[in-house]
Nanobody, 119 residues
Framework: QVHLAESGGGLVQAGGSLRLSCTAS????????MAWYRQAPGMQRDMVAS??????NYGDSVKGRFTISMDNAKNTVYLQMNSLKAEDTAVYYC??????????????WGQGTQVTVSS
């Protein structure tokens, strides 16, 4: 079993910055992909950014403003969010696609962290 622990959410003014962190712990052989998703009230959960083998992908709405990075030694993924807008307000969820020592792959989600951007 794997646990994803998120931190770094909070309240920030428009134009400001926040950095989210998510650390994976438990039975981990290899992490295939880690990502951040977000969900605003009444909306679907959308992918914000993902990283796999050092290659990053971003949702169109955050390109040029957000940066995802991974510390493989710490099994930790970061999301640096700059130039925040009110529409970035949402619960941000960490996602991990993890391989265990029996070569089984399983997806995991964090509990979510609230990001609120005041305009």
């Amino acid at each position: 079993q794997v646990h994803l622990a998120e931190s770094g959410g909070g309240l920030v003014q428009a134009g400001g910055s926040l950095r989210l962190s998510c650390t994976a712990s438990g039975v981990i052989n290899r992490i295939l992909t880690m990502a951040w998703y977000r969900q605003a009230p009444g909306m679907q959960r959308d992918m914000v950014a993902s990283i796999s083998d050092g290659s990053a992908n971003y949702g169109d709405s955050v390109k040029g403003r957000f940066t995802i990075s991974m510390d493989n030694a710490k099994n930790t993924v970061y999301l640096q969010m700059n130039s925040l807008k009110a529409e970035d307000t949402a619960v941000y969820y960490c996602y991990g696609d993890v391989v265990d020592f029996r070569a089984r792959t399983k997806e995991y989600w964090g509990q979510g962290t609230q990001v609120t951007v005041s305009s």
